[in-house]
């Protein structure tokens, strides 16, 4: 039986998410990245490893909440002070890991999400929303997460930890 077009594009949705067919994963940005840099801002850079991983964290957590909001629970943040921790450092090693489980775990409930979508779904504008769609807002997160994956990824080249 022929792949349907939307299914083909929650297919192909998925992979984007996860990144990694023309750059690098966020998994590989965050991997082996030591401690002891994680809160330190490079000359030039306006943030710490901490704050772009939180940041693509909050930000995605964000998007998911707006995309679930059919009972209208979804409060909007404060742009952009509540898109970013104020604390160039984590508050413990255990909050690095606790940030990148959660962004793994928010991208797979988003998945989630795009799977159940019927293929008029996957297209239809929210109501509670101005134009956004799951299909943009998976395209945003995708675009979001892979900015700030690559600013991750220059950010530990000039820490000198990076290895490609």
């Known amino acids: 039986m022929a792949e349907t077009l939307g299914k083909a594009v929650r297919k192909q949705l998925a992979q984007l998410l996860e990144g990694g067919q023309a750059h690098a994963t966020f998994e590989a940005a965050v991997k082996g990245f030591p401690v002891k840099l994680r809160g330190v801002v490079p000359k030039g850079l306006p943030y710490s490893a901490w704050q772009i991983v939180e940041h693509i964290r909050i930000a995605q957590r964000d998007i998911l909440d ?13 742009w952009p002070q509540a898109y970013w921790p104020k604390s160039a450092k984590p508050p413990s090693a255990k909050a690095w890991s606790e940030s990148i489980r959660k962004v793994h775990q928010d991208r ?6 795009l799977a ?3 293929d008029a779904e996957l297209v239809k504008p929210f109501a509670w929303g101005n134009g956004q769609s799951p299909l943009r807002q998976a ?3 995708a675009d979001h997460a892979a900015y700030h994956t690559g600013e991750l ?3 530990r080249r000039l820490l000198g930890a990076w290895k490609s």
């Open 116 to 118: 159940k979508a019927s």
């Open 108 to 113: 797979k409930a988003f998945e989630a999400l």
């Open 153 to 155: 990824i220059v950010l």
């Open 139 to 141: 395209l945003l997160i």
């Open 66 to 78: 707006f995309s679930r909001n059919g009972d209208g629970s979804y409060k909007p943040r404060k």
